[in-house]
């Protein structure tokens, strides 16, 4: 495969490599990904992160491996592997569904290495175009406030929500963006400040429990987040927090736009209850770790409820901003996210 490069993937030499999303924003240091037990591993412990950009990565590898001779059985199974890395955002599973009709050609080791390129591709050309549509909603002077990260680093592209506001930035029309940090992993306080910066958005980081009275003083004009998974009936599923920025925002009368690619779309799943939510490991919320360290401050062994997503019912939502274009409330309720 020739060399790539996105924001966060990287493939040299036929390897493929990952932007440590971990050690981010104190070190820019890329690890290799070579095999599937490595990216596994890599996806677990959240250095490869994001919807989008977790289903680029495990095709990208397969393409690699068949490349390398890996045959259609150890392709097969390693396809499995990856599909179960992580099983809330349907962006994996979608992109692997593709990937596995690759492998089920004759010429397999082309058919992929062609399908995963297409596959990234199409990711940056989605970003754009829901960073066309979403900046069309954005007016001027807006103050919006987005939760975890959606960028470049989640994308092979400008990223999703976080892609519509650095669009309308460079259109002039962000006064500040409210950066929640996102417990417990702090996508916001380490990622999505670390990409504003980088982009020269302003922006002010608050914690997750910040946004209620920013609200509550009318200093939020719209809430922009992005999804791991949309359901048939406009159900969202998105990083914890999401739900409760949502009802905030009905409450505040405040519009909440939710930004995704059509690989985020699961019209098979019929609402919210029945997307599958990852636990994760209680030592997220009994403390924090990263490239600084490990702190822990609860007691030791306390008892730990850590969801990494919540769902946002469709009813508090005020527009899905997918690379078509917005899709309205009464659109999804007359079915638009049913299977075809
Ligand atoms: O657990 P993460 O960091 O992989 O979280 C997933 C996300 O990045 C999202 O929640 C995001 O809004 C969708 S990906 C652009």
Redesign the pocket.
């Known amino acids: 495969m020739h060399a790539l490069q996105t924001t966060s993937l990287r493939v040299a030499d036929n390897h493929l490599f990952i932007l440590d999303?971990q050690a981010l924003p104190q070190e820019k240091r890329w690890l290799s990904a070579g095999t599937v037990a490595e990216l596994v591993g890599h996806i677990h412990a959240?250095r490869v992160?994001?919807?989008?950009?977790?289903g680029l990565s495990a095709s990208l590898l397969l393409a690699l491996l068949a490349e390398q001779g890996a045959n259609r059985d150890q392709l097969a199974q390693a396809l499995e592997t990856l599909r179960a890395a992580?099983p809330?955002?349907v962006?994996l599973m979608n992109n692997l569904d593709r990937m596995k009709q690759a492998l089920a050609q004759e010429n397999f080791v082309s058919a992929l290495s062609a399908e995963a390129l297409r596959l990234i591709d199409e990711d940056k050309q989605l970003c754009d175009s829901i960073a066309q549509a979403g900046s069309a909603l954005v007016t001027a002077g807006s103050r919006l406030l987005t939760?975890?990260?959606?960028?470049g680093l989640?994308?092979a592209g400008v990223?999703?929500?976080?892609g519509v506001i650095a669009l309308a930035h460079q259109q002039g029309k962000v006064a500040n963006v409210w950066v929640d940090e996102?417990r417990p992993?702090l996508?916001g306080g380490r990622?999505t400040a670390w990409e504003l910066g980088e982009l020269g958005v302003p922006y002010q980081l608050i914690t997750d429990s910040m946004a209620a009275s920013l609200m509550a003083k009318g200093q939020v004009d719209a809430v922009w987040?992005?999804?791991?998974r949309i359901a048939a009936n406009g159900d969202v599923?998105?990083?914890i927090g999401?739900y409760s920025l949502a009802v905030l925002a009905k409450f505040h009368h405040v519009p909440f736009y939710v930004?995704?690619p059509q690989t985020?779309l699961d019209p098979l799943c019929p609402n919210g209850d029945a997307i599958p939510i990852?636990q994760r490991a209680a030592a997220e919320v009994t403390g924090v770790a990263g490239s600084f360290g490990a702190v822990q401050w609860a007691p030791e062994n306390a008892q730990v409820y850590n969801p990494?997503?919540d769902v946002t019912p469709a009813a508090l939502i005020s527009g899905w901003v997918l690379d078509s274009g917005v899709v309205t409330p009464a659109e999804v309720a007359n079915g638009v996210f049913q299977p075809k």
């Open positions: 999303q959240l992160r994001g919807a989008p950009l977790i992580r809330t955002a962006n939760h975890c990260n959606t960028g989640a994308t990223g999703t929500a976080l996102t992993l996508q990622l987040v992005g999804a791991d599923a998105n990083k999401t930004a995704a985020t990852e990494a997503f």
